[in-house]
T-cell receptor, first 118, second 115 residues
Framework: DAKTTQPTSMDCAEGRAANLPCNHS???????VYWYRQIHSQGPQYIIH???NNETNEMASLIITEDRKSSTLILPHATLRDTAVYYC???????????????????FGQGTILTVHP | DAGVTQSPTHLIKTRGQQVTLRCSPI?????VSWYQQVLGQGPQFIFQ???????GRGNFPDRFSARQFPNYSSELNVNALLLGDSALYLC??????????????FGPGTRLLVL
């Protein structure tokens, strides 16, 4: 799986949009971009994922650049409860990948600590 | 709908002991993956099981083993516990063996402390 680079920490004011960047310059054409977040000592929570197109759900929007080398997770109206560690992960899409790759494997980096202030 | 469940929530063991952690996937999900998360780091992949067979293994010693049952629940076993095994152990489930488009959903984890 491709490696990702995220800022170590970010701050955001409550009610404002939080824009979390992720660099994945070595992403392959068959790899998805996934975002999870983890609130202190809880299990990671799935947020959103995408392959090429921008995606939106009830939690967030995912903007993927045309060359797919970077993406941005957008929380449109951040609340205090959005304070968490946010992980950007790229993951193979195809079952034709050889070499014993485990498709269940998510490779987590250090993530971005997002702190939402009142 | 019930999410991924794990038991116990917390566990304290001493060095050299053995521990068994349990996971029940979301109903209908056939794949279970296990992760270890030590303090201050992101989760690290240990195993994936699908249809009762091991389909992937991370860089963990043979002291770590797992199995999946016919109802798709799973157990993670760790033998000869070391202090460094103290961590949050996470279970995640997905519908199938997967690929990038198949989302994994995590349970709340089991906090293991080895003294």
């Amino acid at each position: 799986d491709a490696k990702t680079t995220q800022p170590t920490s970010m701050d955001c004011a409550e009610g404002r949009a939080a824009n979390l960047p992720c660099n994945h310059s070595t992403i392959s054409g068959n790899e998805y971009v996934y975002w999870y977040r983890q609130i202190h000592s809880q299990g990671p929570q799935y947020i959103i994922h995408g392959l090429k197109n921008n995606e939106t759900n009830e939690m967030a929007s995912l903007i993927i650049t045309e060359d797919r080398k970077s993406s941005t997770l957008i929380l449109p109206h951040a609340t205090l409860r959005d304070t968490a560690v946010y992980y950007c992960i790229v993951r193979v899409a195809s079952l034709t990948n050889a070499g014993g790759t485990s498709y269940g494997k998510l490779t987590f980096g250090q993530g971005t600590i997002l702190t939402v202030h009142p | 709908d019930a999410g991924v469940t794990q038991s116990p929530t917390h566990l304290i063991k001493t060095r050299g002991q053995q521990v068994t952690l349990r996971c029940s996937p979301i109903s209908g999900h056939k794949s279970v993956s296990w992760y270890q998360q030590v303090l201050g780091q992101g989760p690290q992949f240990i195993f994936q099981y699908y249809e009762k067979e091991e389909r992937g293994r991370g860089n963990f010693p043979d002291r770590f083993s797992a199995r999946q049952f016919p109802n798709y629940s799973s157990e993670l076993n760790v033998n000869a516990l070391l202090l460094g095994d103290s961590a949050l152990y996470l279970c995640a489930s997905s519908l199938g063996l997967g690929g990038g488009g198949e989302t994994q959903y995590f349970g709340p984890g089991t906090r293991l402390l080895v003294l």
